[in-house]
């Protein structure tokens, strides 16, 4: 297996909203990563895991939790989201070594309402 | 500050000739390079990377080229075909972690 998935592919939600976007691999990647694209725009890192703890945080705001269950697994759990918010995230793992090609899930599409 | 860019937004491609994709980076302390292809609606997929002690890397019809000494990178395809169309990125490590750097992109259209 040597993919990226996400869940869901498309997500419409409203302001007062909780959702959870999930990403899987079982590449046997120990880094995984959430990343947040606008239309026309290049990937903006959000979040780090590595060995399931999470190492950057971009100063992304709080409404935005990531959650790494286990070494396969990555949630990001949102909450009261604003419309800016709406856009293409995308999750990512690597094997962990300095200089690693990271592999791409299709993204989820959110739209926040 | 630190930053990696594109010369062109946009290249525009008759079917079957070569294109070249052009990157700069500012960073000097980069190690690790890569070009990804973005196709509309989908995630980036790795098409080719390259290490800094290296100035050439060849794969099936692509090119990647480094030029530290101007910080430069490029990237070849060769007999472009339509399913080469999409948005390339190129993407700079800068050691130490996997903190990758994305560039503004670059938007490929193949003219049949």
């Known amino acids: 297996d040597t993919e990226v998935t996400q869940t869901p592919k498309h997500l419409v939600m409203g302001m007062t909203n909780k959702k959870s976007l999930k990403c899987e691999q079982h590449m046997g990647h120990r880094a995984m990563y959430w990343y947040k694209q606008k239309a026309k725009k290049p990937p903006e890192l959000m979040f780090v895991?590595?060995?399931?703890?999470?190492?950057i945080n971009e100063s992304v705001p709080s409404r935005f939790s990531p959650e790494c269950p286990n070494s396969s697994l990555l949630n990001l759990h949102l909450h009261a989201l604003q419309p800016e918010d709406s856009a293409l995230y995308l999750c990512?793992?690597?094997?962990?070594?300095?200089?690693?090609?990271?592999?791409f899930g299709p993204g989820t599409r959110l739209t926040v309402l | 500050g630190e930053s990696v860019g594109l010369h062109l937004p946009t290249l525009s491609v008759q079917e079957g000739d070569n294109s070249i994709i052009n990157c700069a980076y500012s960073?000097?302390?980069?190690?690790?390079f890569i070009w990804y292809k973005q196709e509309s609606g989908k995630g980036p997929q790795f098409i080719i990377d390259?290490?800094?002690?290296?100035d050439k890397r060849q794969g099936q019809r692509v090119t990647v080229l480094l030029n530290k000494t101007v910080k430069h990178l490029s990237l070849q395809i060769a007999a472009t075909q339509p399913g080469d169309s999409a948005v390339y990125f190129c993407a700079e490590n800068s050691g130490g972690y996997q903190k990758v750097t994305f560039g503004t992109g670059t938007k490929l259209q193949v003219i049949p």
């Open positions: 895991y590595s060995y399931e703890k999470l190492s």
């Open positions: 390259i290490r800094s002690n290296m």
């Open positions: 960073n000097s302390a980069s190690d690790y």
């Open positions: 990512a793992s690597s094997p962990r070594r300095q200089g690693d090609t990271q592999y």
